[in-house]
């Protein structure tokens, strides 16, 4: 069965860090693209960045460019969000996605396999 867990969220406040993690089990993902996204209370869930583990191309949407970096663990079968300065306006739930063999897209409709989600909210 094809499975994707997030870890790594909480409260944080403005200013600080976090490092969401999104492990795969069931499939490698080396073949993958990885995509991020968030949906805030009220609001559509938007594309934050992916990677493209064959070639290794990121795309960040602007709201998070010099701000959040994604990074992969192929040993652990895991890629990871690394967020920091984060801001109230980041406060969202984040999910990690997955889509075979493909482009590194922020559509959600381009992404087969979903995770549950983890909360990460910034506040003082």
């Known amino acids: 069965q094809l499975q994707l867990v997030e870890s790594g969220g909480g409260l944080v406040q403005p200013g600080g860090s976090l490092r969401l993690s999104c492990a795969a089990s069931?499939?490698?993902?080396?073949?993958?693209?990885i995509g991020w996204f968030r949906q805030a209370p009220g609001k559509e869930r938007e594309g934050v960045l992916c990677?493209?583990?064959?070639?290794?191309?990121?795309n960040y949407a602007d709201s998070v460019k010099g701000r959040f970096t994604i990074s992969r663990d192929n040993a652990k079968n895991t890629v990871y969000l690394q967020m920091k300065s984060l801001k109230p306006e980041d406060t969202a739930v984040y999910y990690c996605a997955a889509v075979y063999y493909s482009d590194c897209s922020g559509s959600e409709y381009e992404y087969d396999y979903w995770g549950q989600g983890t909360q990460v909210t910034v506040s003082s």
């Open positions: 069931g499939f490698t993902l080396v073949n993958y693209v």
């Open positions: 990677i493209n583990m064959i070639d290794r191309s990121t």
